[in-house]
């Protein structure tokens, strides 16, 4: 098929380039290409128009991602047509362009480089993965792209242009742009051998970019030292723009520090003084009290989950991480044509000056060399001498002031730890077991520990009684509880998990090898011969002497989950006696494994040893499938969310960027709602205190807008009004919202023409909850829903509408929506006779003689149980119900989006 043809099907793709790269002096400057250079170069622009170069457009299919496209009008930057492109489920998918005759394109003069129109038409910002693929590898970068948004991506190769210490770099070009940031890959990198270009959504769920116009452009990068000159002012901030709340002189930093003190100290007086606060925040309800243990712990109050305070009394934590003064270090060095006004390290404020070595991120060129903190930098302007005790004390006082209830992770040990009789705040330790100040133990893949290393018990005491025992935290009632460790890669692949292949990739002759040692006496154990064991991995190995040795082969998945299980299930357990013994009373929060990343093995690992289960989740809520909350019964906790935006100085995006400071505030709202609402979490915790620096962290190169104060120490008002309101209402939402148990569409088959429109019906029991109900399209180019259930037609074709419960994944349903004529749709939903039923203990029921099927067979079902211990369902649609409670049903078409829900009485 030729590119023309292909213009006129609706397929599946995946794009692919290439580039070399020359090292350069960033303080040499290079004369720029000219346009007879760009005009000869090997890249002829693409366009999607008549009588370019044929293209060669795949896509991905399967378990990387089923990927469509079609050519479009829509978003056109250059000419009348675009791609226009649909991701599905799979991080993996993408869409990949070569030239039709296999020619390569020469980006080896760094000169010019690749630029290309993207369209994000999401409501959401999405993750974009540029690929370039070349003879002998390829090489990725990595870009976040605002909702709603065209920015023109700018494909600067050579490292030493576009890795100078930060993420996201500001536009080089206008405000619409953005340089590539530093992904993978880029072994024996060739630029002269690009063969493909491949275009990646790179996140869980539905996703939509519409991209144009890649062309050659002189690099605006090519002499950073003059495009990124004086970008950053003696107070950390963007002198390129301005915005409310920007610090121009001292003066107005000392004005704006007073007039918010006297603000903050009326605030923090009425709070201290309301009568329905216990003295450690929690809820002064006499009817909802608990038993007063003098120290906090978890209960179910009307099977809602719950902290209760050392008085008894319900407690929901909001707070920050990052309190401390650490970590706010940016590279100096490597890049001092970016700072204007900056001191000398004998002036004044020249003691912020450090010395930073081997970080993760630093300049291209550099391990070594000078950072400086501007944050403790504007803090001595603002306090003094003793700036760092003041700048504690005023956070306690911002706390109070602000309705926040508590401070989250790496909190500042020296000010807080052990300290909450004088700060009056409840906070969490927070332990490292990687650090290796904390022991030898063996880390097998990046810093996982060997569980099964005699050292790691070692470590762990160590790291405890070094980090939370000697500040006292366990005779500190005012602190709640103790992560340990923060994001482990347990890998969630078990057909390909990068952690127990390395550890099988180990020798057991090694005399380290602990954890391949151990779990080669259980297959031994499992398998009993090694033709057993070759027939379940599909190997073809001699003996297990053989397998003792490096092994780089195929592993059973199943045998991959077990490792993961076991080798977790020793992790909790060691740190669980560990906490037992060294800090007895004090609640074991987890390890903060992250939301996307952390397979079923663990989180079931985890519950049996943790008292709260917690989750760093960037979402938009805490009502993720990814929590499995189906598996068990157990309070959690958020360790980290946040919501960013760049309308006041920083340029940085991540996932969960939105447009203004006000959407910011809604969007913090609606998270912590939905937290309370849930009935699961017990606290969720805003990561972080303060934005990170405008060029990036010293150590990782984060530079988002993520604070709830700046880094000239203002506050972020909206989000501080937004905290009010919630310390306000929390309770109240938190004990008095009465949830969705069931949710029915009326007009749950509709057809459109293109540009009309029509309501979802939505009708929920209890009644008259539709506020609480989300609305989602499973292909916003056939048809699109707003917040209110309003459905407009934008092309034909077929799209699924799914209504859902904001607070419960379990209560859900869809409506099927065709937008022209003769389409071809799915659809499965329960008899209405069944939609509420009750069933006794020990009673089974087959559910798949209750279904209206179009299209859909039985056997392409997906069936899952809310609540595994109350009620489990087979995959053949056979409820079997174990205990009292109230569970939901929920099936999908496995093929599709289409899907439905009951809600079941077990009595």
């Known amino acids: 098929m030729n590119y023309f043809q292909a213009k006129k099907y609706f397929g599946a793709i995946s794009l692919a380039l290439v580039v070399n790269i020359i090292p350069l002096n960033a303080t040499e400057l290079r004369l720029e290409a000219t346009d007879a250079d760009i005009a000869a170069h090997s890249f002829e622009k693409i366009s999607f128009e008549e009588g370019e170069t044929e293209l060669n457009i795949t896509t991905s299919k399967g378990a990387a991602g089923n990927v469509q496209y079609e050519f479009s009008d829509e978003y056109a930057t250059d000419g009348k047509t675009s791609i226009k492109v649909r991701y599905e489920e799979g991080t993996s998918a993408n869409v990949s362009i070569a030239r039709q005759d296999g020619k390569k394109w020469d980006f080896s003069d760094d000169r010019m480089i690749l630029a290309y129109d993207v369209t994000n038409p999401s409501v959401v910002s999405g993750r974009l993965v540029t690929t370039f693929k070349y003879d002998g590898g390829s090489i990725s970068y990595q870009n976040y792209v605002p909702a709603n948004a065209t920015r023109t991506i700018y494909c600067v190769l050579n490292e030493n242009q576009y890795n100078i210490g930060a993420d996201t770099l500001p536009s080089p070009v206008n405000d619409d742009g953005m340089v590539v940031a530093k992904g993978w890959g880029g072994t024996n990198f060739d630029p002269s051998t690009i063969s493909s270009i491949s275009l990646r959504y790179s996140l869980d769920g539905v996703g939509y970019y519409i991209f144009d116009n890649f062309r050659v452009v002189k690099n605006p990068l090519l002499n950073p030292s003059i495009t990124y000159a004086n970008i950053v002012d003696q107070f950390g901030q963007y002198t390129k723009s301005d915005w409310e709340h920007k610090i121009h002189s001292e003066k107005e930093l000392l004005a704006a520090a007073e ?29 909802l009290r608990q038993e007063a243990t003098g120290q906090f712990y978890t209960a179910k109050i009307n099977d809602k989950w719950t902290l209760i305070d050392p008085d008894g009394y319900p407690f929901f934590s909001t707070g920050f ?53 501007f944050y403790g930098a504007n ?52 332990a490292w077991t990687t650090n290796s100040a904390n022991g030898t133990h063996v880390r097998l893949y990046d810093t996982v520990p060997d569980a099964f290393d005699p050292v790691f018990v070692n470590s762990t005491k160590k790291s405890i009684n070094d980090q939370a025992v000697k500040y006292g935290v366990n005779k500190d009632p005012y602190c709640f509880g103790i992560y340990v460790d923060n994001e482990y890669k347990w890998g969630k692949n078990m057909s390909n998990n990068p952690l127990v292949n390395a550890i099988f990739d180990d020798d057991i002759a090694n005399e380290k090898s602990y954890a391949k040692r151990y779990f080669m006496e259980v297959l031994k154990e499992k398998y009993t011969t090694i033709e057993n064991l070759n027939t379940a991995w599909k190997s073809n190995l001699s003996s297990f002497d053989e397998l003792g040795k490096p092994y780089k082969g195929k592993i059973a998945t199943e045998d991959a989950s077990m490792v993961v299980s076991m080798l977790s299930d020793k992790y909790y357990d060691v740190i669980h006696t560990v906490l037992d013994e060294l800090l007895p009373g004090t609640m074991y929060l987890g390890s903060r494994n992250t939301e996307f990343g952390t397979p079923i093995e663990v989180i079931k690992s985890a519950t049996k040893y943790v008292d709260i289960l917690s989750f760093n989740n960037y979402n938009l809520d805490v009502i993720q499938e990814n929590f499995k909350t189906e598996e068990y019964d157990l309070p959690m906790i958020i360790g980290e969310f946040n919501f960013s935006s760049n309308d006041a100085g920083l340029f940085g995006i991540n996932g969960t960027t939105v447009q203004t400071q006000q959407e910011r505030a809604n969007s913090y709202i609606k998270y912590v709602e939905s937290a309370l609402k849930s009935g699961d ?27 709830f104060v700046n880094g ?18 929390m309770y109240e939402t938190k004990f008095n919202h009465v949830p969705i148990t069931t949710i029915d569409v009326i007009n749950d088959d509709i057809n459109l023409q293109v540009g009309t429109t029509a309501q979802i019906e939505v009708v929920t029991s209890p009644l008259n909850l539709n506020h609480d109900v989300n609305y989602y399209t499973s292909n916003a180019y056939i048809a699109t829903v707003d917040d209110n ?84 369902v087979s995959n053949k649609g056979i409820v079997t119900a174990h205990t009292p409670g109230r569970v939901n049903i929920v099936i999908k078409d496995k093929h599709g989006y289409t899907t439905d829900s009951i809600n079941l009485v077990i009595q």
């Not at 970080?359 to 391990?367: A, E, I, V």
């Not at 300290?419 to 409840?426: A, N």
């Not at 303060?690 to 150590?699: A, H, T």
């Not at 000239?712 to 306000?728: G, I, K, N, W």
């Open 259 to 287: 007039a918010e003190k006297a603000q903050n100290e009326i605030w923090a007086a009425e709070s201290l003084a309301r009568t329905d606060r216990s003295q450690y925040g929690g809820y002064k309800n006499e009817d």
């Open 321 to 373: 991480g990052i309190v401390r003064k650490n970590g706010m270090d940016t590279w100096y060095a490597g890049r001092e044509y970016m700072f204007s006004d900056m001191p000398s390290k004998t002036e004044h404020l020249g003691n912020h000056y450090s010395r930073l070595n081997n970080t993760m991120q630093p300049p291209s060129g550099f391990k070594s060399g000078d950072g400086y903190n």
């Open 379 to 430: 803090l001595e302007r603002k306090f003094g001498d003793n700036w760092l005790q003041d700048w504690a004390d005023d956070a306690v006082l911002r706390f109070e002031a602000w309705g926040i209830t508590s401070i989250g992770a790496w909190a500042e040990p020296e000010l807080f730890f052990g300290k909450g009789t004088k700060h009056k705040t409840p906070y969490t330790a927070f």
């Open 681 to 707: 979490f017990v606290g969720v915790h805003w990561f972080q205190y303060y934005d990170k620096p405008i060029l990036g962290r010293s150590w990782d190169g984060e530079n988002t807008s993520t604070g």
């Open 712 to 729: 000239t120490d203002q506050p972020y008002m909206e989000l501080v009004e937004a905290s009010r309101y919630l310390y306000d209402t």
């Open 789 to 872: 259930g309003i459905v407009t037609a934008v092309s034909d074709g077929e799209a699924t509408i799914t209504a859902r419960s904001s607070n419960d994944l379990f209560v859900i349903t869809s409506a099927n929506v065709t937008v022209g004529e003769d389409i071809t749709k799915r659809k499965v939903n329960f008899k209405n006779s069944i939609k509420k039923a009750t069933m006794a203990i020990g009673g089974s029921f087959d559910l798949s003689n209750q279904l209206n099927l179009t299209n859909v067979a039985i056997n392409e079902l997906n069936w899952t149980s809310s609540k595994k211990a109350i009620a489990t």
